[in-house]
């Protein structure tokens, strides 16, 4: 099963600043199968990326996805008050158990 | 818009029963999937199930969980026999069977006698 790290675990900021989140996975994700979730207190999450780099619908264009193999990283270009929130990536490139990564709290500095 | 429901408290050695009601749109088509988030915890993947009855589940709970489809009330149902405290956790459906989106509100579930 493929193990998702992902680093910083918590990531201080101030708004208007750059967020750079990585997640590295222990072996490559298949077609780059890759996705990355925003999460807030109290509720569920949302999809922001799919496909490493693909926002899904309705997702403002400050986030935005890179990466492939084992290395992926999610950017937040310029951070705004609602950004502040938990963040996970997900890998569903095989069918087995579709793992979520251990999550970065990006909190307010 | 998909909405969880069941009971909150489960005894351990028990079964925990959800079931996912989606409103607006068809079952039809497509992946509906079930996903746990202990507190304070990240996201664990559970299981998919496709319309016409096809299902995925995560190897660590295979032996434990039964997600089943029921078109006609467009709803679908998690069952997870033989819980421990471990399995206590926040409950989410969701639509889509690698990504997901979009997601219930979630349910918690305890495991407590």
């Known amino acids: 099963e493929i193990v998702l790290t992902q680093s910083p675990g918590t990531l201080s900021l101030s708004p208007g600043e750059r967020a750079t989140l990585s997640c590295r996975a222990s072996?490559?994700?298949?077609?780059?199968?890759l996705a990355w979730y925003q999460q807030k207190p109290g509720q569920a999450p949302r999809l922001l990326i799919y496909a490493a780099s693909s926002r899904a619908t309705g997702i403002p264009d400050r986030f935005s996805g890179s990466g492939s193999g084992t290395d992926f990283t999610l950017t937040i270009s310029r951070l705004e008050p609602e950004d502040f929130a938990v963040y996970y990536c997900q890998q569903y490139g095989t069918s087995l158990g579709f793992p979520f990564g251990g999550g970065t709290k990006v909190e307010v500095k | 818009q998909l909405q969880e429901s069941g009971p909150g408290l489960v005894k351990p050695s028990e079964t925990l029963s959800l079931t996912c009601t989606v409103s607006?749109?068809?079952?039809?088509?497509?992946?509906w999937s079930w996903i746990r988030q202990p507190p304070g915890k990240a996201l664990e993947y559970i299981g998919f199930?496709?319309?016409?009855?096809?299902?995925n589940y995560n190897p660590s709970l295979k032996s434990r969980v039964t997600i089943s489809v029921d078109t006609s009330k467009n709803q679908f149902s998690l069952k997870l026999t033989s819980v421990t405290a471990a399995d206590t956790a926040v409950y989410y459906c969701a639509r889509g069977g690698g990504t997901f989106d979009p997601w219930g509100q979630g349910t918690l579930v305890t495991v407590s006698s």
């Open positions: 199930i496709f319309y016409s009855g096809s299902t």
């Open positions: 607006g749109g068809s079952l039809s088509g497509t992946y």
């Open positions: 072996q490559s994700v298949t077609r780059n199968y």
